[in-house]
């Protein structure tokens, strides 16, 4: 089995300052985790993934997670957050029943100028 | 290419009414599914495909059929709509054989309003 919890179903942060938004994962078998943006009316956009190469994985806009067995986490970061990433992000994993993708609940983020 | 596009993009519904969300792909994935996305429950997986030919249920399978007679198109049909069925709807595509590493790549969405 396999599932995934975000922390937060709203965040909110300041134009520059750090964006973090958190997600934990279960899975039985090693985990291919996902980080998915969906801009308002909009499907959802690959922002990175981790596929066990490298535990620091780096997307596209700026953002970047961590995937930390230990604590079975996969955190999204990005330093400097801009007005442009205001979005709902969801965190993902695959892996227990092939390519079937468990979302979580999803975090909404707002950022204020 | 299009990469995965679905239509109708809106659509009302009275209870009862039947009807098909159409969803294709143009990148020769293997792999295509369906989602439903409701407010604080992310995204849920209705059914999938791993082949032309090839369909199983996913978590919230009742009420919807599928069926994948190309590899290009996986259309999912609607039997008898209910308010129930009222969400987002969101068709993905991913090459299969090289795992669940892979990318699944998603279409805009059919939003639904059921009566």
């Known amino acids: 089995a396999q599932s995934v919890t975000q922390l937060g179903s709203h965040v909110s942060v300041s134009e520059g300052a750090l964006v973090l938004l958190r997600c934990n994962y279960s899975?039985?078998?090693?985990?291919?985790l996902f980080w998915y943006v969906q801009y308002p009316n909009q499907g959802l956009q690959l922002l990175l993934k981790?596929?066990?190469?490298?535990?620091l994985v780096k997307g596209i806009n700026g953002f970047e997670a961590e995937f930390k067995k230990s604590e079975t986490s996969f955190h999204l970061t990005k330093p400097s957050a801009h007005m442009s990433d205001a979005a709902e992000y969801f965190c993902?994993?695959?892996?227990?029943?092939?390519?079937?993708?468990?979302f979580g609940e999803g975090t909404q983020l707002t950022v204020n100028p | 290419n299009a990469g995965v596009t679905q239509t109708p993009k809106f659509q009302v519904l009275k209870t009862g009414q039947s009807m098909t969300l159409q969803c294709a792909q143009d990148?020769?994935?293997?792999?295509m599914s369906w989602y439903r996305q409701d407010p604080g429950m992310g995204l849920r997986l209705i059914h999938y495909?791993?082949?032309?030919?090839?369909?199983d249920q996913g978590e919230v399978p009742n009420g919807y059929n599928v069926s994948r007679s190309t590899t290009e198109d996986f259309p999912l049909r609607l039997l008898s709509a209910a308010p129930s069925q009222t969400s987002v709807y969101f068709c993905?595509?991913?090459?299969?054989?090289?795992?669940?590493?892979?990318?699944?790549?998603f279409g805009p969405g059919t939003r639904l309003l059921v009566l």
């Open positions: 993905a595509s991913s090459y299969s054989r090289r795992g669940p590493q892979e990318t699944q790549y």
């Open positions: 495909s791993v082949g032309a030919g090839i369909t």
């Open positions: 899975s039985s078998v090693p985990p291919y």
């Open positions: 981790y596929t066990s190469a490298a535990t």
């Open positions: 993902a994993v695959s892996g227990t029943s092939g390519s079937r993708l468990t």
């Open positions: 990148m020769n994935h293997e792999y």
